[in-house]
């Protein structure tokens, strides 16, 4: 039978923690005074990206507010899935930040008892993103006995959240799922075929998101492979600086197709709230004004989603680099573009070890520069010309 936790792939070890926290939660909403033998207020979910962490979250918000311990079909676990359940609050940030005065409103709305008698929950699923005020606001709320909310907060690791936070949370450790693992839920889940599956789960290294999304989007496949493929044409400075504006070009694209359907909508939702027949002077003015701030928000967000956008690119890229210098040890098995095995081959009999090895380091460079704000483009080119060299 489904289950919420058929969305945990390859977490059986943090499955079963769950499944004995919604087991005891029971037990102690029926006698709160048992509470601190079974469940905990505070959950902190780690992982590497596309481990899964909010989902993991989800589920166990699902779980936590099902009738049945998290059977993902009834109107508890779907409502709480698409976030219009009354007790279950799922926080996914778009901006950089998450600051104080978003904590405070929450803290507003979770206040209440939950509606339907047992837990409120409240999913974060960037902690890392708090702001130290925000992260102190929220810490009150954790702190505080007797409460009914639980707060799933989610971040890539330990050390992103604030020792005070972390310190009164049960901490989940999410692993990356291994590629059959991978290709087996998106065979059953998502309906793709074997052989499909098996190249998105190889190609994506776990990344359970990306897997999908590259299973299921041609389009997505059709720009991967123009991006694996740059490497082969680097053969003078000029085609250095083109291969680095079509990369920026691709993962812009990519990164604005997404976000554009969003913001009209969110543009729309937000002028609807105001009334948008509305004359009032103020309530113009005041809808204008929110506008303006979502505006300003959607900007952050795009810029974010591009700089996200091209390092899965440069991801992509090390990944024939790494192929390369696994040929040139002499394990071809263990090759990850298996539908470039040629070119791959070729390119190890022609390129020195050495020059392959400081290739990835200057990959990975170009990635933290990337996530320190450095200029997309500018960051891609110097990138591109270090490649191009011998
Ligand atoms: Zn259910």
């Not at 469940?39 to 166990?60: D, I, K, N, Q, Y």
């Not at 989610?154 to 936070?165: F, Q, Y």
């Amino acid at each position: 039978m489904a289950t919420v936790y058929d969305n945990l792939v390859g977490q059986d070890h943090a499955s079963e923690i769950l499944r004995a926290a919604v087991a005891a939660s029971r037990a102690s909403v029926e006698t709160p005074e048992t509470n601190q033998h079974g469940m905990t207020h505070a959950w902190l979910f780690t992982g590497p990206p596309g481990s899964g962490r909010s989902s993991a979250a989800v589920a166990f918000a699902q779980a936590l507010v099902c009738g049945y311990q998290g059977c993902g079909t009834c109107n508890e676990c779907q409502s709480a899935a698409n976030g219009s359940h009354p007790d279950v609050e799922i926080i996914r940030t778009e901006g950089l930040s998450i600051k104080v005065e978003e904590i405070r409103e929450l803290l507003t709305r979770v206040a209440w008892a939950p509606s339907m008698g047992g837990w409120r929950v409240v999913v974060m699923e960037d902690a890392d993103r708090l702001t130290e005020s925000a992260a102190n606001a929220m810490l009150k709320a954790i702190e505080e006995p007797g409460t009914r909310t639980v707060w799933l907060l989610c971040a890539p690791t330990l050390h992103d959240v604030l020792p005070t936070i972390r310190s009164r949370c049960r901490h989940i450790q999410l692993h990356t799922p291994s590629d059959e693992a991978v290709t087996q839920v998106l065979i059953n889940r998502d309906g793709v075929t074997p052989a499909m599956a098996q190249f998105a789960a190889r190609v994506s290294q776990g990344h359970i998101g990306r897997a999908k999304y590259l299973a299921l989007n041609e389009g997505a496949r059709s720009n991967r492979s123009i991006i694996m493929h740059l490497p082969l044409q680097l053969n003078s400075l000029a085609a250095a600086f083109k291969a680095a504006q079509t990369l920026v070009d691709l993962a812009t694209a990519a990164a604005n197709a997404a976000s554009e359907v969003r913001d009209e909508k969110e543009i729309a939702a937000l002028q609807e709230a105001y009334g948008k027949g509305a004359t009032g002077r103020g309530m113009a003015s005041g809808a204008a004004k929110a506008v303006k701030e979502l505006e300003k928000e959607q900007k952050s967000r795009a810029t974010r989603m591009v700089r996200d956008s091209i390092d899965g690119a440069l991801l992509d890229i090390a990944t024939f680099y790494r192929d390369v210098m696994m040929v040139q040890a002499g394990s071809s098995d263990a090759i990850i573009n298996t539908d470039m095995v040629d070119a791959i081959n070729a390119y190890a009999a022609k390129h020195p070890h050495h020059s392959t090895v400081s290739k990835i380091s200057a990959i990975m460079e170009a990635r933290t520069n990337l996530a320190h704000n450095a200029a997309p483009l500018l960051t891609c080119e110097a990138l591109m010309c270090r490649l191009a060299k011998a």
